[in-house]
């Protein structure tokens, strides 16, 4: 059964604090590895999509990497508005998109 | 261009009665998924559909249902509500049901009394 573990489960920084987080995988046959940030009572927003080990993406302060094992999601710089709860998702050979369960990110002005 | 659109935004049933949610895809997108997110859960996946038909299901029991129709919308039933179906449903769509992804709607809060 395919696996997903993000970590820590919640963190704070301060404006400005570059950070990463983690998310940790096993899946059998790997699809697809996707990135989501969700704000409270909101649906996910789709941020990254990675298909192979070494693949990297960007989009203004996100940068998301991919290995064998886990992906990151490096956050440089970031504002109060980043903070929303960061998902992780993988898709292996069932098809079915598999969840972490989610990091909570705090940034302070 | 018009995202994954779900109705209604909320719904309040009491126990054992019967909830139908309503999602619209993205246009050109033939897959529809759903997901169930209790509180301290994550997303649970329930059921996806792809051209009319049900193509995989979540560990959920049968009482979950839906169905596809021809313009790709969908309908998610639950029967026999309990009050641990009080949860955010939601929504996705993609154009295939392999590793495209998944864009997803607003959710419907589902509260059960």
């Known amino acids: 059964e395919d696996q997903v573990t993000q970590s820590p489960e919640a963190l704070r920084l301060q404006e400005g604090e570059s950070s990463s987080l983690n998310c940790s995988y096993t899946v059998s046959g790997l699809r697809g590895l996707f990135w989501y940030r969700q704000d409270p009572g909101k649906g996910p927003e789709f941020l990254f999509t990675?298909?192979?080990a070494g693949e990297e993406k960007e989009k203004e302060r996100l940068k998301a990497t991919l290995t064998k094992k886990e992906s990151f999601l490096h956050i440089t710089a970031p504002k109060p508005e980043d903070s929303a709860t960061y998902l992780c998702?993988?898709?292996?050979?069932?098809?079915?998109?598999?969840f972490g369960k989610g990091i909570t990110l705090s940034v302070r002005p | 261009e018009a995202g994954v659109t779900q109705s209604p935004t909320h719904l309040i049933k009491t126990r054992g009665q019967q909830a139908t949610l309503r999602c619209s895809p993205i246009?050109?997108?033939?897959?529809v998924y759903w997901y169930q997110q209790a509180l301290g859960l994550g997303l649970q996946f329930l059921l996806w559909?792809?051209?009319?038909?049900?193509?995989n299901r979540g560990n959920f029991p049968p009482r979950f249902s839906g169905r596809q129709f021809p313009n790709y919308s969908s309908e998610l039933n639950v029967n026999a509500l309990e009050l641990e179906d009080s949860a955010l449903y939601l929504c996705?769509?993609?154009?295939?049901?392999?590793?495209?992804?998944?864009?997803f709607g607003p959710g419907t809060r589902l509260t059960v009394l």
């Open positions: 996705a769509s993609s154009f295939t049901g392999r590793a495209d992804t998944q864009y």
């Open positions: 998702a993988v898709t292996g050979a069932n098809s079915k998109l598999t």
């Open positions: 559909y792809d051209e009319g038909e049900e193509r």
């Open positions: 990675l298909y192979s």
């Open positions: 246009s050109g997108h033939t897959s």
